[in-house]
T-cell receptor
Framework: DAKTTQPPSMDCAEGRAANLPCNHS???????VYWYRQIHSQGPQYIIH???NNETNEMASLIITEDRKSSTLILPHATLRDTAVYYC?????????????????FGQGTILTVHP | GAVVSQHPSWVICKSGTSVKIECRSL??????MFWYRQFPKQSLMLMAT?????????EQGVEKDKFLINHASLTLSTLTVTSAHPEDSSFYIC???????????????FGPGTRLTVT
């Protein structure tokens, strides 16, 4: 699986949008971009994933550049509870049934601190 | 989303004893489960992948005889740390994906983790 590069830490004011960047310049055509977060002393929580189109769910938006070499996770209105380590992971994932999944390999992630 | 539980949430054991950690998928069937380990201030490291009804596949450097994994059903995997030593003290996290009805889930869901302290 392709490697990812994330800034080690970021700060964000409560109520503002948090934009977390991720570089994955060696991503392959069959690799998805996944985002997870880990709040202190808890298991990781799935946030969102995408292949090439922008994605949005109730938690966040994922913006993937046209060349797929980088992406940005957007938390539109950050709260104190969003303080966590955010992991950007590139992973092979093919279709349903007889599927072959790549491993989720965690890097160091970005420590996002949301302050009042 | 799917729920994965772990038991116990924390455990303290004496050096030389064995401890078993359970991982359950509560509302879906997990054909594949993963075990991770996380030391303080470090990222998660994959230890092994277990498939229901077959032997687990261990990552390089992980001792299969020390970390016994059993995935006997579609909703339960266990990790047994045998002859535990203080250096085995860590945060152990399981994860699962599998079928939910007729649809395979792309997302991998994680349990809350088990904090193991070996004295």
């Amino acid at each position: 699986d392709a490697k990812t590069t994330q800034p080690p830490s970021m700060d964000c004011a409560e109520g503002r949008a948090a934009n977390l960047p991720c570089n994955h310049s060696t991503i392959s055509g069959n690799e998805y971009v996944y985002w997870y977060r880990q709040i202190h002393s808890q298991g990781p929580q799935y946030i969102i994933h995408g292949l090439k189109n922008n994605e949005t769910n109730e938690m966040a938006s994922l913006i993937i550049t046209e060349d797929r070499k980088s992406s940005t996770l957007i938390l539109p209105h950050a709260t104190l509870r969003d303080t966590a380590v955010y992991y950007c992971i590139v992973r092979v994932a093919t279709g349903a049934g007889g599927t072959s999944y790549g491993k989720l390999t965690f890097g160091q992630g970005t420590i996002l601190t949301v302050h009042p | 989303g799917a729920v994965v539980s772990q038991h116990p949430s924390w455990v303290i054991c004496k050096s030389g004893t064995s401890v078993k950690i359970e991982c359950r998928s509560l509302d879906f069937q997990a054909t594949t489960m993963f075990w991770y380990r996380q030391f303080p201030k470090q990222s998660l490291m994959l230890m092994a992948t277990s498939n229901e009804g077959s032997k687990a596949t261990y990552e390089q450097g992980v001792e299969k005889d020390k970390f016994l994994i059993n995935h006997a059903s579609l909703t339960l995997s266990t990790l047994t740390v045998t002859s535990a030593h203080p250096e085995d003290s860590s945060f152990y996290i399981c994860s699962a994906y599998g079928t939910s009805g007729t649809k395979s889930s792309y997302e991998q869901y994680f349990g809350p983790g088990t904090r193991l302290t070996v004295t």
